[in-house]
């Protein structure tokens, strides 16, 4: 994504602090085996459903920052992720990346401050419910989702109240993108002229970082070229379990890491590449959509070889076939309640942001989406007036 990922996601603010940074006594990796909530593959009838805990749920969660010091959420925060990944690579047949005890990618990906990650902890009391997946076993203490942004300093505030007052003023989306983006996304004729590439060809050859803004580096910023002093935020992820998905937590999630980077940061303006997740299905083939699904889930790992060559050939012809106004077009249809058909996209304008315009190319993985994204601006202390932050 680029941005958060939508396959489970929602949620409400509480009027509880924003980020809980209270430390934790480091533990043993084994003794977060239990750190999640768990699904048992049986029915019981007489349990409640998940929208009828989902309101208590919602009230008793909280955002607890991790810090490079802390095993203990280290590794919760890594259990989370292997969760996550098994549910994704599972649904498609394939193997996730093994899951190691080895908390050091984090904790290095934490020693740079402008990297922040977040977990989203249950503290309310044990409950059981029946859902798709089996009986829930909702504990006290377990963690439910986990969340990835990144503090840019060379994008001035001047920058966002420039996109968002052109986009409030009328001015399309296609105009938007070529007179304010384009130009500070540095040299795409490269890129283009390569195709699709992986991303170790594209981490040797540098265009990853001019290229894919979703990992925000020191070579794409440069690219932008603005070297203002003031602080934004970048949404790399959000995730929740799929055991506790539909509950709306992804929202109140994301509401609190928001209130968060207003209130501890001291950041005005938070943006997100939003995912335009199936917009591969308007255009492949039915036979052909897991294959974008797959390529979306082995191109990072360096593991394409496990698909086909057609299959690979058949994605990155679809994928170089969209222009840029066309994805505006896709990006700009609404349901009848004026939000996007998008999921991403309507996660989003739930939280509060602003769609600014498409992005193509801006994740070099992401082929259900055509590696496009769209640019979404959130104006936090608009949101703080209007009381969603």
């Not at 939508?6 to 043993?28: F, L, M, N, V, Y």
């Amino acid at each position: 994504m680029s941005g958060p990922r939508e396959s489970h996601r929602g949620i409400i603010g509480g009027q509880k602090p924003a980020i809980d940074i209270s430390q934790s006594t480091p533990c043993g990796f084994d003794d977060f085996r239990d750190s999640v909530p768990k699904a048992r593959p049986v029915r019981n009838e007489k349990l409640p459903k998940p929208g009828e805990v989902a309101e208590a749920v919602r009230r008793n969660v909280s955002a607890v920052q991790v810090k490079p010091g802390d095993k203990k959420l280290l590794s919760a925060y890594a259990r989370v992720t292997a969760e996550v990944l098994e549910d994704d690579y599972g649904r498609l047949g394939l193997t996730p990346p093994s899951y190691t005890e080895d908390v050091g990618w984090i904790r290095d990906i934490l020693h740079c401050p402008d990297n922040r990650m977040f977990l989203l902890r249950y503290s309310g009391p044990d409950a059981d419910f029946q859902s798709e997946r089996g009986v829930v076993e909702l504990r006290q203490g377990n963690f439910l989702g986990m969340h990835f942004q990144r503090t840019t300093r060379l994008l001035s505030d001047e920058f966002f109240q420039d996109l968002l007052q052109a986009k409030r003023s009328g001015v399309t989306p296609d105009f938007l993108y070529s007179t304010r983006l384009h130009r500070r996304r540095g040299n795409l004729s490269d890129v283009l002229s390569r195709g699709c590439m992986s991303t170790n060809d594209a981490y040797d050859s540098g265009l990853f970082d001019l290229f894919n803004f979703s990992d925000m580096s020191g070579l794409d910023e440069a690219a932008i070229g603005l070297t203002h002093a003031p602080n934004a935020v970048f949404l790399r992820n959000i995730n929740i379990l799929p055991e506790v998905a539909g509950m709306g937590l992804s929202e109140v999630f994301l509401k609190q890491a928001l209130a968060h980077d207003l209130d501890g940061e001291h950041v005005n303006y938070v943006f997100a590449y939003g995912r335009i997740e199936g917009l591969h299905r308007r255009f492949a083939d039915n036979t052909h959509w897991n294959s974008f699904d797959r390529y979306y889930l082995l191109m990072p790992g360096g593991r394409l070889d496990e698909m086909p060559l057609p299959e690979q050939e058949y994605v990155k012809k679809t994928v170089m076939s969209r222009k840029i106004e066309e994805l505006n077009q896709d990006v700009s249809e609404t349901r009848p309640d004026g939000k996007s058909v998008f999921r991403t996209i309507r996660f989003h304008q739930n939280a509060g942001a602003e769609v600014i315009c498409a992005i193509p190319f801006c994740s070099v993985d992401d082929a259900p989406s055509l590696m496009a994204g769209v640019l979404l601006v959130y104006d936090l202390n608009k949101l703080r007036r209007e009381n969603r932050i």
